[in-house]
């Protein structure tokens, strides 16, 4: 007899949830990743980030090695599929047990009732845990039971909560012997085959154990003190750049908060001039919208938070959406941020802030269309914080922008990139403009010489349009 441990985006032997409790059943353990490219297709995950899943994954089965788990990874299409790869390894290997740790979005939560309404019939067990958020969703919630819709709120509700009962990471190690001949079938030493995907090289980012802790460390150590003075600025490296390593789970967000305390045991007391607590206070964010994907399943589904922003009337233009997918708008801080993602899968949050918000109201092309480019794109794509930094940015979600504050991507640029030393490293055509004209090149260079784009919009109109349709998107409601 056999336990299985279907890892998805937990990629981690430390603090997993799920493989401590299939350590606790004493049984020996199978190990177990389905790749879908399909369903990732449908779900528009990043190549670069499959190319670091598959990396991690070698580092993972490694790692498993070592505590006797053999890792079987197999690929098939979709989801639909998944289903019936559980009962086949339940069945090949005699196992009684399934455990996996839970994933929100509707399409994952639905193949996971399927896998466990089919394995019933057969006397197996499918048992899920909740192991993403460091608080599980539906514990942080008003006085009535609701939930909450604004985050500040939330997050001091938060802290109340974790402050009473706090949760820390723990691994458990496993000392049960699987037997040789399983271990043999599963030829642990064979390396990871590649998934039918595209393949976007992931080598900017370290996959194993040592490299991810020390990220950790380094951040507390030079970084976390000032994290609210440079957090905001693209051309310091003052974040901690760990988002890929959460969104696939190599990196626990408990472990996060556990390594925050010890450095800086007063995080959790309010304080917005603190660096500590800013970066705390960014981790309860990832919380909040774990919160709201769980209540709404709709959020999965295309559907704004906000009801009446369904009625915008999105322009959807192909030229302008181009335009803004290959970093070639005119606006010098929202095409160095465009290019930027598209060469390296990464991008700043104020970056992402500001050309979500030059996507949806400059060019008021629908928020979907740019939530998915992220996704296409980003190596930390997250369905949860993904959709919730676009209904932000779109005013369409829960405590968004309100929709007549609309960045002006000039003075964004002019603030937050004061000299022009991000847009330098990445668009070559202004490199030799002077910093005081970084941001509005045209009015030191024509649009012929520097090579580079007129606005494709004015910002004074576009601002004054967008506004006007969401006002009658309102009415209309
Ligand atoms: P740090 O500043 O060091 O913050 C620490 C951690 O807190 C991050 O790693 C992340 O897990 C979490 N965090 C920080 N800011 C946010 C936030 N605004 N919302 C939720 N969690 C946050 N984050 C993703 O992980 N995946 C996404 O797909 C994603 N898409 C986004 C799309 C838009 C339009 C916007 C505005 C934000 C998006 N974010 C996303 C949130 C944020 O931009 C990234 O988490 C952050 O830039 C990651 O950098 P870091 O690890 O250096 O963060």
């Not at 606006?331 to 899968?345: E, H, K, N, Y």
């Not at 740019?370 to 369409?396: C, K, Y």
Request: include cysteine; charged fraction near 20%.
């Amino acid at each position: 007899q056999h336990v299985v441990i279907w890892f998805r985006s937990d990629l981690r032997v430390v603090d997993n949830t799920a493989l401590n409790h299939a350590i606790d059943s004493g049984l020996p353990i199978i190990a177990l990743f389905i790749a879908t490219p399909m369903q990732w297709h449908q779900h528009n995950i990043a190549a670069v980030q499959v190319d670091f899943i598959h990396r991690r994954l070698q580092v993972l089965k490694q790692q498993l090695a070592k505590r006797n788990i053999p890792l079987q990874v197999i690929e098939v299409n979709d989801f639909a599929e998944s289903v019936h790869v559980i009962d086949q390894v339940c069945f090949d290997y005699n196992a009684v047990h399934v455990f996996a740790n839970k994933q929100y979005p509707i399409n994952e939560q639905q193949r996971d009732n399927s896998v466990g309404e089919l394995i019933a019939k057969k006397g197996i067990k499918f048992s899920i845990f909740d192991d993403n958020y460091i608080l599980q969703p539906e514990t942080v919630l008003t006085r009535d039971g609701e939930l909450f819709k604004v985050f500040t709120p939330f997050r001091n509700a938060w802290i109340k909560r974790f402050t009473l009962s706090p949760s820390y990471p723990v691994t458990k190690k496993s000392d049960i012997v699987t037997s040789d001949a399983v271990i043999k079938l599963l030829s642990i030493s064979n390396p990871i085959k590649a998934f039918n995907y595209p393949i976007i090289d992931s080598v900017l980012w370290p996959v194993d154990e040592e490299t991810i802790a020390q990220r950790l460390e380094t951040f507390f150590e030079t970084k976390a003190e000032t994290y609210h003075q440079n957090r905001d600025f693209p051309a310091i490296d003052g974040t901690s750049c760990l988002s890929p390593y959460l969104a696939i789970g190599a990196l626990s967000a408990r472990q996060c908060l556990y390594q925050l305390l010890q450095h800086f045991p007063n995080a959790l007391e309010i304080n917005k001039d603190d660096g500590a607590f800013t970066w705390l206070n960014e981790i309860v964010w990832r919380e909040f919208y774990g919160h709201l994907l769980h209540r709404y399943p709709e959020l999965s589904q295309y559907q704004p938070f906000q009801k009446f922003t369904q009625f915008v009337q999105w322009k959807d233009d192909a030229v302008l959406l181009k335009a803004w997918q290959e970093g070639k708008t005119g606006f010098p801080i929202v095409d160095a941020a465009m290019r930027q993602l598209r060469s390296t899968g990464w991008m700043h949050n104020r970056l992402r802030m500001i050309t979500a918000s030059f996507l949806t109201k400059d060019l008021l092309c629908d928020w979907r269309v740019g939530e998915q480019w992220f996704m296409q794109h980003l190596i930390d794509g997250d369905f949860a914080s993904n959709n919730g930094g676009w209904q932000w940015a779109a005013s369409t979600g829960t405590d968004a922008q309100p929709y007549f504050r609309v960045f002006n991507p000039t003075l964004q640029g002019q603030r937050f990139d004061p000299k022009g030393d991000f847009i330098r490293t990445w668009v070559k055509e202004l490199e030799h403009v002077p910093d005081k004209y970084i941001h509005t090149p045209h009015q030191w260079a024509s649009a012929e010489s520097l090579n580079y784009p007129l606005p494709i919009v004015d910002h004074k109109e576009a601002r004054l349009i967008a506004i006007e349709s969401f006002k009658q998107a309102k009415a209309y409601m």
